[in-house]
């Protein structure tokens, strides 16, 4: 701050002046004591002057309501709901979430730092403070075949950047034990900044050496026990409550009925479509959920908060204390928690405010790369009487490895794999760099009839995987992404039903959320009818299917993962 | 850590080599959860490799015994206590204390970056952890006569050294408010790091602006009311119990009752003498006493240990957890909370270990600059009937500024002050520049008879203080000084009773502890003999006499100060 105009709010923060802007009569909850007292709040330049007793300018009477600071999730990934980062966060911050620590780890598989600057420029302008954590695997692994390469080489020129924040989520943790060289050369860059984890299951030994290694955060922690071995060691346990991975029961049940001190919690989404923020809302879930459930609402909006900032570094955020910014979130009360407004900076959220569309680089529009793919190469020969195929699980992103035999019919002298109800083909195609590579396999439970449908959207790499039971639909569909350079497809009976276009490195639209939503209606309701059993998303089924981490049985360019044994077939008929 | 050392302790830490050290079958405190849990410990390299089952080199059983990290004081003075820095440590590290934060203000006073730099050499090889705050405020105000005036241009070299925490105790809380110029740039130089308060009896707009420029803690407080006004705005209240300022009974029973979140507490001692160290012990008592108060164990350790350590940025102290610093303690039971061993990077601290002695840089041991110094300059002419008389308060540090009648004689022609048993005389004279400026009051209430009691310890600027009932025993101290260049002195009917030779700057004795002890201790029953009452210090009470920051009514070598009214007169005659 300049000294003159410290001068200027220290005579309003004295009570010398009037204020700009005072908060009258709120229950201020100060969250580095965690109590709740009645007071003013003085805001002048988007902080924080005091509380106290003040006059201002403009003076907004909260009586009988309640003002928290902002609230903070302390790990989320913008770029896997869709819509663009500034549509997610404005979704977000209505619901109180005025701070966004997020890792840009599928925009940087699929175009490196060009995907991280993009996270960055989109969210440089939104009303809201959005910190980026450097993706600290990318690729994933070593038998991934993604967009780029993230070394700590490339990381380098992040480091003086204010909104760079430290390394994300390592989820490599056999590397880091291990003491890999490219591994380590990334902890070390980020030494004294934030090193957050990724490290679900890891025995006590590992776990140590883990944090040894400096990694002080994580978010993958389902149970309470285990969040208590890594609170021990001195990691922040982020309490995560997705779409997908809901952990807060399991953790908060535990901290309620052990009455745990809870100074190494905080909260996060990690991924929360925005239909349900839209529906439910965001951080403010977690902090309703933990309350429900037992927890004392002071030490649940401390973990939102202070807690959040303070494993981040945020000197400036997570509390109503002289010269931290004026984030702030009115509550009707302590029993429905209703988010009546929201402030960024002392400026209030309009609900109906139009979400800024920031145009993006060309490059990020130009993602899908693919060589000398034909419907020939979907043919799957049937090279032996038994196949691993991929069973999927209801409910889960892991599959079982099963070795079945398979229907099989004899085209022009040669034994080929015919799927029916109960098995459909799939197939990756790499998509990033027209190396040319691609797998057919096979899948059990998913079944699609009459069709194909296909995605830009595979985690962790993103390449192109299509499921279908005839290879004229498959065929179609990825050339409906080729063309739209990403998105959802569904082919039925030789034609291209519908697609989204998420032509933004093939995972985001920039066509809004209103067109995605019923764009997605429409093709959810086909996907059903073509005999999708209900209650199932093939899209998000279809995203975690080449993810060679996830146990028993993958499919990657390179071909058919077993992921217990770490053992890479050719063909599914391999065995 | 270099990667190849990591990879072996990665090893040690996942269990499949033997660690170096084992602490087996301890109770150990997590201080992030403030839990006990019954563990091993394992060590190599001075670090925390983990906690769980280990098998070592070299085991230590602790089965019933508690281990906890090392304490840490957050704020302290080490030139307080007349002996070297590396003594005051060597006796504080065997009660527990294995990190000091300090703030080297009285060194700086008198000797500037110097001093600061004795106190950084002193402090490198002793066997715990010494951060330095630099003093923000030197000289402490602008009517004083000091060795160095401390600059934020100064402190810039100060800045990469990872010793340096931050800015130290910012005394001057109106220019803070006001937004003076000096007192801004130290601040902004120190910006991203920890800016150390001294912030009593702020009004709640002062501290507004006050946390609002940036300072984050105060030692300071003395209640339970100010200490929560504190800690609502984000300023971590360091609870002292030293010496002279007892603060922890107030603020504690207030916590107590009241049920408050400790977060924002820590411990320091500010100043304690080391013949107190040595007999009840450092932050270990600040524990006791907070226990006895019905503070639980738990939330003590955590405010002697992670909650410091956060609050200084000291991410590898104040837990057990991998990575961290080994420095630990050992406690007997949780009840009597003795100490039994101490361990400072993994190295047990050896009781009867001699301390170490650091030679000091022989400017620091030349400090005495008087220039004209007479005995006919100690004469104070009675220009008045009236004068103004510095009545000591008896156990108080501040004084009453009383209009009296004198006793006053004819000599030669002149009418001449006459001390008496009730009216003394008292002399500053200024001994960093040569300036020749000095200054005569009347004390009362010293209680000094037939002779001189001198010091070179006065705050904040550590001039020459004199007080004695004859002009010819207060030159004879004076001159004493001179030659020893520092010390506390006793001159008795025309000869030096005994001096303690204090020739670092003037504040501190190189002789050791005991010899210090020795002397002291003769002079004290000396000055008890001479008049001065019991359980009454002449040398502490000395040293705060021209200190002009205290009410009412202090001597300077510019004049009598009168605190209340901010007004200098040249004689104790003028109105």
Redesign the interface.
């Known amino acids: 701050m300049e000294?003159?105009r410290?001068?200027i709010?220290?005579r309003m923060?004295?009570?010398?002046e009037k204020a700009e802007l005072v908060f009258k009569n709120a229950n201020v909850f100060?969250s580095?004591?965690?109590?709740f007292?009645p007071c003013d709040v003085?805001v002048a330049d988007g902080?924080i002057?005091?509380?106290?007793?003040y006059e201002g300018h403009k003076e907004i009477d909260l009586s009988g309501r309640y003002l928290c600071p902002g609230f903070i999730d302390s790990h989320l990934h913008l770029e896997s709901t869709l819509v663009t980062p500034p549509e997610l966060i404005s979704q977000a911050v209505r619901w109180g979430t005025t701070t966004f620590i997020v890792d840009p780890h599928e925009a940087a598989n699929v175009s490196g730092t060009d995907g991280i600057d993009y996270i960055l420029e989109q969210t440089e302008t939104v009303p809201a403070n959005v910190y980026v954590m450097m993706p600290s695997c990318v690729p994933s692994t070593n038998i991934d075949d993604n967009g780029a390469s993230l070394t700590a080489g490339k990381m380098k020129n992040y480091l003086e950047n204010p909104r760079i924040l430290g390394l994300g989520e390592v989820m490599d943790a056999s590397s880091v034990?291990?003491?890999s060289?490219s591994m380590?050369e990334k902890l070390a860059l980020f030494h004294g900044k934030v090193r957050d984890g990724h490290a679900p299951f890891l025995?006590?030994?590992?776990?140590?050496?883990?944090?040894?290694?400096?990694i002080?955060t994580d978010h993958e922690c389902v149970d309470y026990a285990y969040a208590?071995e890594e609170?021990?060691?001195?990691i922040q346990v982020l309490i995560r409550e997705g779409s997908a991975a809901r952990n807060l029961e399991a953790i908060v049940k535990g901290i309620v009925e052990n009455g745990?001190?809870t100074?190494?919690f905080c909260f996060c989404t990690d991924d929360k479509h925005i239909e349900e923020i839209q529906r439910e809302g965001h951080i403010n879930c977690n902090i309703k959920k933990a309350v429900k459930l037992g927890l004392p609402v002071e030490k649940a909006l401390k973990m939102a908060t202070i807690q959040a900032a303070?494993c981040y570094g945020l000197?400036h955020l997570g509390?109503i204390?002289?010269?931290?910014q004026a984030d702030l979130v009115v509550l009707s009360d302590l029993e429905s928690l209703e988010i009546l407004e929201v402030y960024h900076k002392g400026v209030k959220i309009q609900r109906d405010r139009e979400t800024e569309k920031i145009p993006c680089a060309p490059k990020l529009k130009n993602t899908v790369h693919i060589l000398n793919f034909t419907k020939d190469r979907l043919k799957l020969s049937c090279t032996s009487k038994y196949a691993h195929v991929i069973e999927m699980t209801p409910g889960q992103i892991t599959t079982l490895d099963k070795r079945e035999e398979v229907p099989c019919i004899e085209k022009n002298g040669e034994k080929e794999f015919e799927p029916n109800r109960l098995y459909q083909k799939i197939a990756v195609i790499e998509r990033h760099k027209y190396t040319g590579k691609m797998c057919q396999g096979i899948v059990k439970g998913f079944g699609i009839r009459g069709g194909a449908i296909a995605s830009s959207v595979s985690h962790d790499s993103h390449n192109i995987i299509v499921v279908g039971d005839n290879d004229e639909d498959m065929y179609l569909a990825v050339k409906e992404l080729v063309r739209t350079q990403g998105g959802y497809t569904i082919a039925e009976g030789g034609r291209i039903f519908e697609t989204l276009p998420l032509p933004v490195m093939g995972l985001i639209s920039d066509a809004g959320y209103e067109k995605v939503h019923a764009v997605l209606s429409r093709m959810l309701k086909k996907a059903h009818e073509m005999g999708i059993g209900e209650g199932f998303d093939p899209f998000i089924s279809l995203s975690f299917l080449a993810l060679p981490v996830i146990p028993e049985i993958r499919i990657t360019p390179r071909g058919i993962y077993l992921a217990k044994e770490d053992r890479m077939l050719k063909s599914p008929f391999d065995e």
């Open positions: 000294l003159e410290y001068r709010l220290s923060a004295r009570g010398l100060f580095h004591t965690g109590e007292v003085a902080k002057l005091g509380t106290g007793t034990v291990e003491g060289v380590h025995s006590p030994g590992d776990l140590n050496a883990y944090r040894m290694a400096g002080t208590m609170c021990r060691r001195g745990t001190d100074e190494g303070r000197s509390a204390a002289p010269g931290c």
